[in-house]
């Protein structure tokens, strides 16, 4: 899920157990990738909270009801 990921991942396409072994490897055998990854989720995650999640629910609610801000 690239939206929630970004480039904090590494990804493999469904049903392919090779591709998703291979990225296993990859991760386990790289210091370096584990710790770029690693800083890039803390990043990505601080894209998200509650309080943003919330608001952007509320506000397609609105929108869906007429209702303006």
Same mark, same amino acid.
Request: proline share 3%; net charge positive; with cysteine.
């Given at each position: 899920?690239?939206?929630?990921? $970004?480039?904090? =991942? !590494?990804?493999?396409?469904? $049903?392919?157990?090779?591709?998703?072994? &291979?990225? !296993?490897?990859? !991760?386990?055998?790289?210091?370096?990738?584990?710790? =770029?990854?690693?800083?890039? $989720?803390? =990043?990505? &995650?601080?894209?998200?909270?509650?309080?943003?999640?919330?608001?952007?629910? *509320? =506000?397609? *609610?609105?929108? &869906? *009801? $007429?209702?303006?801000?």
């Amino acid at each position: 899920m690239p939206e929630v990921c $970004g480039d904090a =991942a !590494i990804y493999v396409r469904p $049903g392919t157990e090779d591709e998703l072994a &291979a990225a !296993i490897k990859q !991760i386990e055998s790289s210091a370096d990738l584990r710790n =770029a990854l690693r800083k890039r $989720g803390f =990043a990505q &995650a601080g894209k998200f909270s509650w309080e943003r999640s919330a608001r952007s629910y *509320l =506000a397609v *609610l609105n929108k &869906a *009801l $007429g209702k303006k801000d």
